[in-house]
């Protein structure tokens, strides 16, 4: 009885202390790999010299950036080195967020996927997903991020990274995990679909969701 009781008076975790303990679970089985998964993501290989790859055209899209940042997100060698980075990975043209909600003083830099734009669409099994799949391009906007705040504004060091896709009736939001700000080589178990966080059980071979979630994910990222 005392035991019931106890459970009871038990606090739901926040939506806060749920992501936290995903991520640490994330972090204790995924981060030691994480050099090697980085080592076999192969890169672009080149065809004949004659047919040379081209760098993915990267389509900037505003919400609430001034003039003067636009110009920091838009130098040339941060932008070039950005594409270079994309190249490879997603098919091109691909929009880039950039926002800033000057209300709550949050910056996000979001990577829109288009259906069918994942050179890799990440491996299933049940309702298993590799999110790391995703690794390449989140490394490369956490880089960029990155460039642009050790060369302009180092408050742009604070801007959350991520990719997002919306399917009919679905949104989903994936973010990173790891020490701020996160370099993007570790993806967070814990999606937002619909604005509700979703969070999975992390192993070293991806994360396992509950078969609702999973199929709103597998759907976000064209896995058939």
Partial sequence: MIALLLAACTPEPTV???????????EALVTPDVGKRGAEVEAPVAGPESVPIE?????????????????????????SELTSDLTGHIASPV?????????????????????????RVPSTAGDRIDLQAL????????????????????????FRVGVESYRGHRICSFSL?????????????????????????????GVVYSPEASAHIRACLDIR
Wanted: with cysteine; glycine share 8%; hydrophobic share 45%.
């Fill in 16 to 26: 806060a202390e749920e992501r936290a303990a995903a991520e640490a679970v994330a």
């Fill in 55 to 79: 760098p993915v055209e990267v389509v900037l899209v505003w919400e609430g950036i001034g003039a003067l940042h636009k110009g920091f997100f838009t130098d040339m060698e941060l932008y």
């Fill in 95 to 119: 929009d880039l967020y950039i926002r800033y909600d000057s209300a709550d003083m949050i910056g996000d830099i979001r990577l829109r996927l288009a259906p069918g734009a994942l050179a």
């Fill in 135 to 158: 690794a390449p391009l989140t490394t490369a906007l956490a880089s960029y991020r990155s460039s642009v705040a050790a060369r302009f504004d180092f408050r742009v060091e604070s």
């Fill in 177 to 205: 995990a790891g020490e701020p700000p996160p370099d993007g080589r570790l993806l967070s178990p814990c999606v937002e679909i619909n604005g509700q966080q979703e969070c999975g059980v992390a192993s070293p071979d």
